[in-house]
């Protein structure tokens, strides 16, 4: 080979190698950046991030509709983030990559476990304020939470079967995620409402995945393994929709007491049909709204009260009439 082809092959293997360096750092900063400044706008006073459980969830999309509606009359951009699917993982690196991003305020789910009080600090280190709406954390050091007080959901829960039923009782439980702290607390009420009901039974809990298909599977499998059961109780939004069509399936002649939580179109059209006896009426809007009202007020001073309930009640048939929906879970 002589030297003008050494050269060349030299130069060519110097540009590839060029092309193939600079091609992979263009890869690292798309597959790796994090947007690390604030959104600038003289548009907008503020910058916050909603931060929900699953990205199309009926609840969830009313939170956010109400946080805008607050956020638009005060001038406030709004952002609104969720894994594609309920992951507690993937909504735990949407907190952190908002806090590198320095927000002005976060509202989020919460979770439970050691990661997002260490992300919660690590945010109130930073001075941003957090909101938990619809589940609280109460080891945290979020600011305030927003929400239902879901211990007391689940007593209304219970309420509705005690004051509805007579007799020996033996119930099924449906609750949305075992590892999803407002749902631990529903049952927790649930429990407690029975507790000085000798003839209220629970004989078993099984878990929908928040899915109506998950609700359905978990209903057939009760019913399966305990045909004694007289009242269903589900503790998140599909899950009373779910309860009907298991029943459809394995013991459609078979007079079964539901009680389910939220307000979706179908389950207010299943309690109009007497399919659903009554259920725990949520208002997510309020939620919403309500949370950036008060990461408003947290951008001042502060707030003296660390929870802000919202509206949680029993809806039955003759309730319907004049319903304002407010929304789901």
Do not use: C
Not at 27 to 47: C, L
């Amino acid at each position: 080979m002589n030297s003008n082809s050494r050269f060349l092959l030299y130069t060519l293997s110097g540009v590839l190698f060029v092309i193939s360096f600079v091609g992979m750092l263009i890869y690292g900063y798309k597959a790796f950046y994090i947007e690390a400044e604030k959104v600038e706008s003289d548009d907008y006073t503020y910058h916050f991030a909603l931060i929900a459980e699953e990205i199309e969830n009926d609840y969830w999309r009313l939170i956010e509709e109400g946080a805008k509606n607050a956020a638009l009359e005060n001038n406030i951009y709004l952002e609104y983030m969720a894994p594609q699917k309920a992951d507690n993982d993937e909504l735990l690196k949407l907190l952190d990559r908002m806090i590198s991003a320095k927000v002005d305020g976060i509202l989020t789910q919460g979770v439970e476990g050691d990661r997002f009080v260490d992300l919660v600090h690590k945010a109130i280190e930073r001075g941003i304020p957090i909101i938990t709406v619809d589940t609280d954390v109460k080891s945290s050091e979020r600011n305030v939470y927003v929400g239902t007080d879901n211990f007391y959901a689940g007593q209304l829960a219970g309420k509705t079967i005690i004051e509805n039923t007579t007799g020996e009782q033996y119930v099924g439980i449906i609750t949305g995620r075992f590892d999803a702290i407002n749902q631990q607390e529903r049952l927790e009420g649930l429990k407690q409402a029975f507790k000085a009901e000798e003839r209220i039974h629970i004989v078993d809990i099984k878990e929908s995945n928040i899915t109506e298909v998950g609700a359905t599977q978990a209903t057939y499998s009760l019913l399966k393994n305990y045909p004694s059961i007289t009242a269903l109780v589900g503790t998140s939004a599909l899950d009373g929709i779910g309860m009907v069509q298991g029943i459809n399936e394995i013991a459609s002649r078979k007079d079964i007491y539901i009680t389910t939580f939220d307000v979706l179109p179908d389950t207010l059209s299943l309690i109009r049909h007497n399919k659903i006896d009554a259920t725990i009426a949520q208002y997510p809007k309020e939620m919403g709204y309500k949370s950036v009202e008060v990461m408003m007020e947290l951008q001042g001073e502060g707030m003296l009260n660390s929870e802000v309930y919202t509206e949680t009640r029993i809806l039955e048939k003759q309730d319907l009439k004049g319903f304002q929906n407010g929304g789901s879970k």
